[in-house]
């Protein structure tokens, strides 16, 4: 039921860093490195994965154990966000390689790096397929969950307000597995899957183009963690997961895939950057709850439409189970 859009094509990055060295050494200061889910934004994902774990409702990949659920070792480290790097990531959030394939990607003048983060995937079994986080003049991922902001993207009545992202992903594993399997057609099309080079990178249009990453390391060092688990990189180029009440688990450096995704907002030129400078066509929530309330209607779904909808658990798992595909149901 869900509306389909077909992704720009991704443009190729043969060297994504002058020296990936600057990378390396941002990841050891920064050290240690919290779960992804870990972040504020995935707090109702986190709730719906608790949730269902009581009720052995939860995706393949998750794990129960004392009924919590254990995830996927994905660590994540933000180095910027609207343009401010962390010391040491300048070179990376204001990279000229960067700039100029998003340029070339939406045919854009105007390019404003938003989100600037690297994934640490410890050895796992295969992730689930997943398309990114959308963005929208006045509702963004700072302030409304990961599944609305997907569910507005792909109910198609929203593109007016839509901010265009431009995604650079460039990897740094030398490792068994980790393949980058992607649906250039969309969620209905057939997956290409490669074994990207390191400092290999790819910038792409990861709102609409669903995408994973295949099993990581041997199956014997597969693993799940609870959501306040932590990874470093230590002086010695060895990996470090510790969890409260458990040994830590030590890997080497080539046992763990590190990924930076570096995200920008492209604009075609000045006047449509203005737009989105000035807010006076932002949204808001109600406008929001609104139009989506209205679409689920024309689709033969009710959902509730009053003014605190979006705090009522029923909303939010009628309008993901009209507009999401299973995988990003939580």
């Not at 009545?157 to 980058?180: L, Q």
Request: glycine share 8%; hydrophobic share 35%.
């Amino acid at each position: 039921m869900r509306t389909i859009t077909r992704p720009r094509s991704p443009v190729v990055i043969e060297q994504a860093l002058d020296d990936p060295e600057v990378l390396l050494g941002v990841l050891e200061r920064q050290s240690p490195h919290p779960m992804t889910l870990a972040g504020a934004e995935f707090a109702e994902s986190r709730a719906s994965l608790r949730a269902g774990a009581a009720t052995g409702n939860v995706p393949p990949f998750v794990e129960v154990v004392e009924g919590e659920p254990r995830i996927p070792p994905v660590f994540r480290t933000t180095w910027g966000i609207d343009g401010k790097p962390v010391v040491g990531a300048s070179t990376i959030v204001f990279n000229p390689r960067f700039f100029h394939a998003a340029q070339r990607l939406y045919d854009a003048e105007v390019v404003r790096p938003y989100f600037t983060y690297v994934n640490i995937n410890a050895p796992s079994g295969q992730y689930a397929r997943h398309t990114d986080i959308p963005a929208f003049r006045g509702v963004s991922r700072e302030r409304y969950p990961t599944w609305l902001l997907n569910c507005m993207l792909h109910s198609g009545c929203f593109d007016r307000w839509r901010v265009r992202i431009a995604t650079a992903v460039s990897w740094y594993y030398r490792g068994t597995g980790g393949e980058f399997t992607y649906w250039p057609e969309g969620w209905d099309g057939d997956p290409v899957t490669v074994d990207p080079p390191y400092n290999y990178g790819v910038m792409g249009d990861n709102d609409f183009m669903p995408h994973r990453v295949e099993s990581i390391g041997a199956e014997a060092d597969h693993a799940n963690y609870g959501f306040d688990a932590t990874i470093t990189l230590t002086p010695d180029r060895d990996w470090v997961i510790e969890e409260p009440g458990h040994e830590p688990v030590r890997h080497g450096f080539n046992d763990v895939r590190v990924s930076l995704s570096w995200k920008a907002f492209v604009f075609s030129d000045a006047a449509e950057a203005r737009i989105h400078d000035s807010h006076r066509d932002d949204l808001d929530e109600s406008t929001v709850v609104t139009l989506l309330a209205e679409d689920c209607a024309r689709r033969g779904v009710i959902v509730p439409d009053e003014t605190d909808a979006l705090h009522h658990p029923e909303f939010g798992s009628r309008v993901r189970s009209v507009y999401l595909p299973s995988e990003l149901r939580f």
